[in-house]
């Protein structure tokens, strides 16, 4: 059974950061692309960023580029997210995805003073 896992979400002020991780099991993971994306409040859900399987080629949405990373651990079949330099349009639900519409829980972000 696929299971993704996010943790990591929680309120912080604008300028702060947040590391979001996403745990996998239930499938290979270390052949799997890995994704984030989020759904802000009233919006659609949009891509923010992706890693290759072996966590050489990474992409980002324009909108957190420069101020998001993903990274991955394939021994900890773990995917994660730094976020720095948040925004109050950085409030979201963050989903881990790892295709074939293999989708996490999703884990809340809120950027707020």
């Known amino acids: 059974q696929v299971q993704l896992v996010e943790s990591g979400g929680g309120l912080v002020q604008p300028g702060g950061s947040l590391g979001l991780s996403c745990i996998a099991s239930?499938?290979?993971?270390?052949?799997?692309?890995m994704s984030w994306y989020r759904q802000p409040p009233g919006k659609e859900r949009e891509f923010i960023a992706t890693i290759s399987s072996a966590g050489g080629t990474t992409d980002y949405a324009d909108s957190v580029k420069g101020r998001f990373t993903i990274s991955r651990d394939n021994a900890e079949n773990t995917v994660y997210l730094q976020m720095n330099s948040l925004k109050p349009e950085d409030t979201a639900v963050y989903y881990c995805y790892a295709g074939s519409a293999r989708w996490g829980q999703g884990t809340q972000v809120t950027v707020s003073s």
């Open positions: 239930g499938f290979t993971f270390r052949w799997a692309v």
